[in-house]
């Protein structure tokens, strides 16, 4: 049974920082391209930052420079280092495991505040 279990969000106040963690269990992880998504209010789900199993990463413009993708294989865990956030950055946060399928978690609800 794959699970994708998401953590640290929270309420935060302009300018601040969260780091998001997503612990995976029942897939191959290492082997497997991570993915952070998030959907706000009344819009559609948006992918936010990659990694794959190469280490490469990828950021939506709207990240680059303040939001930090990376994984710990030894720990089966993603990790999304936010920093400068912005009251548009405010959304649900999911984690999403692709490789010949795609999982997700059940998402982790980011407030930013001013």
């Known amino acids: 049974q794959v699970q994708l279990v998401e953590s640290g969000g929270g309420l935060v106040q302009t300018g601040g920082s969260l780091r998001l963690s997503c612990a995976a269990s029942?897939?191959?992880?290492?082997?497997?391209?991570m993915n952070w998504y998030r959907q706000a209010p009344g819009k559609s789900r948006e992918l936010v930052a990659t990694?794959?199993?190469?280490?490469?990463?990828y950021y939506a413009d709207s990240v680059k420079g303040r939001f930090t993708i990376s994984r710990d294989n030894a720990k089966n865990t993603v990790y999304l280092q936010m920093n400068s956030l912005k009251s548009e950055d405010t959304a649900v946060y999911y984690c999403?495991?692709?490789?010949?399928?795609?999982?997700w978690g059940q998402g982790t609800q980011v407030t930013v505040s001013s």
């Open positions: 029942g897939i191959i992880f290492s082997l497997h391209a």
């Open positions: 990694i794959l199993s190469s280490y490469n990463t």
């Open positions: 999403n495991a692709n490789r010949y399928d795609s999982y």
